[in-house]
């Protein structure tokens, strides 16, 4: 291969050094001639200022002096291995006017770049010999980076793991070094620091320009021939169902009923409710929600990554900026697809990590938990536990150096979610600020509703994540999530009906929490509602099941929030009112004095007494407007207890009763108390 130069008579580059005492050879300073250039007589090319031999990596510091003819260099001497530099050089325009005196042409910046690499190869003979003599000595300081490249892939785990983690907490690097970086990292240390608390963005590649779309096609056409590439094998009916229900749904059929097409039942209906919305962004939001079903197959995850999922899901993401709610769909499928090793390389090439680092340092805790869990799952030099859809890390979210030595997890109820359940609690609206009244909340996430509240500086949309992890940074905090519906009116999925009752649900979550790691350590279960019989009935499975006795003798106490284990009067309601309601399984299941919850709370209490759980009860004494003029109260005193371990009421209702009003209630003391009670030795610092 041949190729030409023209520079500038002096360019000055950038010295590389080390700031460690890891240096073992210097080079003089000399000056290296063009030998095997067609030049007559050779003209000198450039003066060696400085050079380091790492073990088996080189690094140069030169100056090219003069360059005043075009040079025609051989270029296949080395190995491919051993041909990489890193220049940077600032681009500049174009333009027939640039003359020599103000700058180097785009041309030349990149021939020049190609000569370098050629300086590397046509030297590297000289520098690969023992060097002696004495040179001038180079700054050890300048070279750390480089240091800790290397070290960042080295044999050594714990040698990886603490490269990375000095490479995130110097903050003292050059923009060209993040540059460098960005670019010499390989894709192990590159999750790492992505996981890193409040790590520089600069050390991650933005995602590649992607490709032009071809005429006539859009985004929604190129979702709808992704879900139709997929294979419908090993799938259940509900993704079957989402599958069907995306392909169906045509820009025409969305434009007529945004006409006055009225179609109630069937698939048109959610339309129906909100004609407002852009068509083309309800077809997106229904193949992304068919895709989450996919990507929950591992073979499916493969003919997505083969098919251009990723740079098609990179297209949606980016047009979608002002949608949280897409945007953490895309990622739940990322971080799907992230559960399978083979995928890792293909989503880093694709440019997702650049994305998932910045989307983890959001402030808005739904954003920051889903791009958690993507980077966690692909973590595999610190992180050997998978998270399964629905799985969430509150806390640690990245890399740390604190051990876990415990596990909180946080069930929610009957309509709630694995973080909007345990936000504090709401302002009354008679005591928010008129000024605060009506604003504008488009960064909040849409599925929290104290928009009053967050007027508030102190106000947590979390409270596990905010205040457990601030007062107990040694534990491992989750939240899960799961559908609940009240009534049939509400399922996503018609299959879905014979999906939800406490037995299926218990055994899904259960092998959800084991890829988790859940039961490894100690842990602590804090449950709301229905959330408490689902624990329960876990808990019980786990004691007839061999391979899960350990997660039975690590449970060292559960904390119930108003949860019915005796049944509770408003499901009774809901059943009289079938004709209106319909009411869902989970529903039926509530009814007072139902046999199987019964039978469920006595094999639970003879479980809980042998292996000696602590438990504690909080009881509602409020009643809860449940709608217009009405109000019950859901869970009373005589079905939250669960008749072993101690309960207390609380002058709140139903759904605020998991909710803390400050930190300092008493609401919040006694659950914290009862966490570090119940664990011990364990939470000992």
């Known amino acids: 291969m041949k190729m030409s130069v023209a520079a500038l008579r002096i360019i000055r580059c950038r010295r590389l050094s080390t700031a460690r005492p890891a240096v073992k050879k210097v080079l003089p300073c000399m000056d290296l001639t063009d030998s095997e250039s067609s030049l007559s007589p050779p003209g000198k090319i450039a003066k060696v200022t400085g050079a380091i031999v790492i073990g088996g990596c080189i690094c140069v510091s030169y100056e090219v002096a003069s360059l005043n003819k075009a040079v025609t260099i051989d270029t296949q001497a080395i190995l491919q291995e051993k041909q990489k530099s890193y220049i940077y050089l600032s681009t500049t325009s174009s333009t027939e006017q640039e003359t020599i005196t103000t700058g180097l042409t785009h041309r030349a910046r990149r021939e020049l770049h190609k000569a370098a690499r050629r300086f590397l190869e046509v030297s590297s003979k000289i520098l690969l010999h023992p060097l002696e003599g004495h040179g001038k000595d180079v700054d050890p300081h300048e070279c750390a980076l480089w240091v800790l490249l290397k070290r960042s892939r080295s044999c050594s785990q714990t040698e990886r793991l603490q490269a990375v983690e000095d490479l995130a907490h110097n903050t003292h690097w050059q923009d060209y070094q993040y540059q460098t970086a960005a670019q010499a990292l390989d894709q192990r240390a590159a999750v790492g620091l992505a996981r890193m608390p409040g790590v520089d963005l600069r050390f991650f590649l933005p995602p590649p320009p992607l490709p032009q779309l071809e005429d006539g096609l859009s985004v929604e056409d190129g979702l709808r021939q992704l879900l139709a590439s997929l294979p419908q094998s090993e799938v259940d009916e509900c993704v079957q169902y989402f599958t069907s229900l995306a392909l169906r749904e045509s820009t025409q059929a969305l434009n007529a ?115 958690a869990r993507a980077l966690a799952n692909m973590d595999r030099d610190a992180v050997q536990e998978k998270y399964h859809d629905g799985v969430y890390v509150l806390h640690p979210q990245g890399r740390t150096s604190q051990p876990v030595k415990a596990d909180v997890l946080f069930i929610h109820g009957l309509l709630g979610a694995a973080f909007k359940t345990w936000r504090q609690k709401d302002l009354d609206p008679i005591t928010v600020p008129t000024a605060m009244q009506g604003r504008d909340n488009k960064d909040v996430d849409p599925n929290t509703d104290a928009t009053a509240a967050r007027g508030r500086d102190d106000y947590t949309e979390c409270w596990p994540k905010s205040w457990l992890a601030s007062d107990c940074p040694f534990l491992r905090v989750l939240s899960v999530e799961y559908d609940t519906h009240l009534s049939d009116w509400r399922a996503k999925c018609p299959a879905e009906n014979q999906r939800k009752s406490l037995a299926y649900r218990s055994s899904e979550l259960l092998k959800k929490l084991k890829a988790a790691g859940v039961g490894d350590r100690p842990v602590v279960w804090v449950a709301h509602s229905m959330g408490g019989l689902l624990v329960k009935k876990m808990l019980l499975d786990a004691s007839r099941d061999p391979d899960l006795q350990p997660l039975l003798k690590n449970t060292k106490g559960i904390l119930f929030y108003s949860v019915p284990h005796h049944g509770t009067f408003m499901a009774e309601y809901s059943v009289n009112v079938r004709y209106l309601l319909f009411p869902s399984i989970e529903v039926r299941e509530l009814c007072r004095d139902s046999p199987a919850l019964k039978e469920l709370n006595e094999s639970f209490v003879g479980v809980a007494k042998a292996q000696q759980f602590q438990i504690l009860s909080f009881a509602e004494t409020l009643p809860t407007t449940i709608g217009p003029m009405i109000k019950i109260l859901v869970v009373p005193k005589h079905t939250a207890d669960l008749g072993i371990g101690d309960l207390i009421q609380v002058d709140v209702d139903h759904l605020n009763i998991c909710k803390p009003e400050v930190k300092d209630s008493f609401l919040y003391k006694r659950t914290l108390q009862f966490i570090q009670d119940a664990l011990g030795a364990h939470t000992a610092q």
């Not at 083309?280 to 990507?295: D, I, N, P, R, Y």
């Not at 003919?303 to 897409?326: M, T, Y």
């Open 257 to 371: 009923q945004r006409g006055g097409l009225w179609c109630f039942g069937g698939n048109g209906l959610p339309y129906a409710q909100s004609l407002t919305t852009i068509p083309s962004e309800k077809v997106e939001s229904f193949c992304l929600q068919a895709l989450v079903q996919h990507s929950k197959v591992s073979s499916h995850c493969e003919h997505i990554v083969a098919n251009g999922g990723l740079q098609l899901l990179q297209r949606v993401f980016q047009l979608r900026r002002d949608s949280p709610k897409i945007q953490r769909n895309i990622v739940r499928i990322v971080g799907n697809l992230a559960i399978n090793d083979n995928s890792h390389t293909a989503i880093v090439q694709s440019g997702w990590l650049s994305v998932l680092a910045k989307m983890a340092q959001s402030p808005h805790i739904m954003q920051a938990s889903y791009a």
